[in-house]
């Protein structure tokens, strides 16, 4: 059985660490432009710092974290956080190998959108790699839409991201009637 939780426990948070290192060996492993790029934007060092700030900066108000357990065991993470007022980031969508085709990485963006929306975001922006050619399918069929850079990117990454925004909220007119 497929459950999506939120880490509370240090083991839950360590689960969701070992995912998050899982998802960079992975990306290193795709191909040598993927791995150049992997290690501009997070070298070694600044993945530890980042993996340390879990539990500050991926917990409300800053954000969150989910661990997806499958049948009880650690099998994908994913978590967001607030990049502007109103706009939330989401970072390291990761389901491991005995987890792919379930459905798991659905069921962890589902919750995702879900906990921005509570959360009161506008938006939500997210990148992936172009060679994620199921990611990117995901995302599309979830209603993300394609969309230019959102922050300052290495020269080396430029072509390699697709750049994707939600909005979370239809503008209403008095009436009530979306525009």
């Known amino acids: 059985m497929l459950s999506i ?3 509370q426990t240090p083991d839950q948070f360590d689960a969701v660490r070992r995912l998050c290192w899982d998802y960079r060996d992975f990306l290193l492993s795709l191909d040598s432009t993927t791995e150049e790029v992997v290690q501009t934007l997070y070298p070694h060092e600044k993945y530890v710092r980042l993996m340390d700030a879990i539990e500050t900066e991926h917990t409300p108000p800053n954000g969150g974290a989910l661990l997806a357990l499958l049948d009880g065991q650690p099998v994908g993470c994913g978590m967001y956080h ?3 007022p109103g706009i939330a980031e989401i970072k390291r969508v990761f389901v491991n190998d ?3 085709g379930t459905g798991t990485g659905c069921a ?3 919750a995702l959108i879900e906990r ?3 959360g009161g975001y506008d938006f939500i922006r997210m990148d992936t790699g172009k060679p994620l050619e199921a990611a990117t399918r995901l995302y599309l069929s979830l209603g993300f839409q394609l969309r230019g850079a959102y922050s300052d ?3 080396i990454a430029k072509d390699h991201l697709l750049f994707f925004e ?3 909220r239809s503008e209403r007119s008095e009436s009530g009637v979306s525009k």
Do not use: K, S, V, Y
């Open 98 to 100: 005995t987890a792919r």
């Open 5 to 7: 939780i939120n880490p």
């Open 108 to 110: 962890i963006m589902l």
């Open 166 to 168: 939600m909005p979370l």
């Open 116 to 118: 921005c929306r509570d």
């Open 82 to 84: 607030t990049i502007e």
């Open 153 to 155: 990117i290495p020269e």
